[in-house]
C-alpha cells in the first residue's frame, strides 16, 4: 500500500508519540506498558492530519480500558503532542498472543504466570471469535518457584482479566493472566 496521505513530508511527531507512549504503563500490572501488552497498536495520522493513536482493549469490559485512554491522553497532554484524536479498534479483538516476550517475562517476575500456550492462529483469527467452548488449557507453572503442580482457586483473580492459582508445592497463590 503507497497510498500517501500524508500532509506533512517529515514526522517528528509520530516518533515522539511512539516515544512517549511507549512508556505509558498498564493501569494494572504496572511493570509492563500498554506497548508491551499490545494494547498500543498505533500510532499514525488520521486522514485529516490529526495525530490518531489506536487502542485495543485487552478484554472486553476490562475497566482498566478508560483509564487507559486517560493516561494516554496524559502522556500526550504533558508532551504538548495537541490535537490528537484517541481510536478504541475492537477488531481485530486483542489476544495474549500479542505480548511480547519481554512482556511476559515482566509478568513472571512480578508473580502473575504469563499466558501459556497459543490462542488462536494470526492466519485464522475469526477461528477464536467463533469458539464458544472452552478449550481445556494447560496450568500455568508458579512465577514463584517454577511448579507445574498448581491449581486453580478461582476463576477470577484480582480482575477479570486473570484467575486466582496456588502452588501446590510453595503453597503461594498467584494470578494467572489467561490466555484469551
Ligand atoms: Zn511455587
Same mark, same amino acid.
Given at each position: ?23 505509558? #504503563? ?31 482493549p485487552t478484554y472486553s469490559g476490562c475497566p482498566a480500558m478508560s483509564q487507559i485512554a486517560e493516561d494516554v491522553a +496524559?502522556?500526550?497532554?504533558? *508532551?504538548e503532542l495537541t490535537p490528537y484524536r484517541i481510536a478504541t479498534v475492537l477488531a481485530p479483538a486483542w489476544t495474549t ?5 519481554? *512482556? ?27 469458539? =464458544?467452548? #472452552? ?13 507445574? +503442580?498448581t491449581e486453580r482457586l478461582a476463576q477470577f483473580g484480582s480482575t477479570a482479566c486473570k484467575a486466582l492459582y496456588r ?6 497463590? =498467584?494470578?494467572? =493472566?489467561? #490466555?484469551?
Amino acid at each position: 500500500m503507497t497510498t500517501s496521505t500524508a500532509t506533512y513530508s517529515t514526522d517528528a511527531t509520530l516518533d515522539r508519540a511512539w516515544a512517549v507512549l511507549e512508556t505509558v #504503563p498498564d493501569p494494572e500490572i504496572p511493570v509492563v506498558s500498554i506497548r508491551e501488552l499490545g494494547i498500543l497498536r498505533d500510532v499514525r495520522r488520521a486522514a485529516d492530519g490529526t495525530l490518531e493513536v489506536v487502542i485495543t482493549p485487552t478484554y472486553s469490559g476490562c475497566p482498566a480500558m478508560s483509564q487507559i485512554a486517560e493516561d494516554v491522553a +496524559h502522556a500526550l497532554d504533558v *508532551a504538548e503532542l495537541t490535537p490528537y484524536r484517541i481510536a478504541t479498534v475492537l477488531a481485530p479483538a486483542w489476544t495474549t498472543d500479542w505480548m511480547t516476550a519481554d *512482556a511476559r517475562e515482566k509478568l513472571r517476575a512480578y508473580g502473575i504466570a504469563p499466558p501459556t500456550g497459543n490462542c488462536g492462529s494470526a492466519a485464522a483469527p475469526q477461528e477464536k471469535v467463533m469458539r =464458544f467452548v #472452552p478449550r481445556a488449557l494447560p496450568a500455568p507453572s508458579c512465577p514463584r518457584c517454577g511448579s507445574a +503442580h498448581t491449581e486453580r482457586l478461582a476463576q477470577f483473580g484480582s480482575t477479570a482479566c486473570k484467575a486466582l492459582y496456588r502452588c501446590i508445592d510453595c503453597r503461594e497463590p =498467584f494470578d494467572y =493472566f489467561k #490466555p484469551y
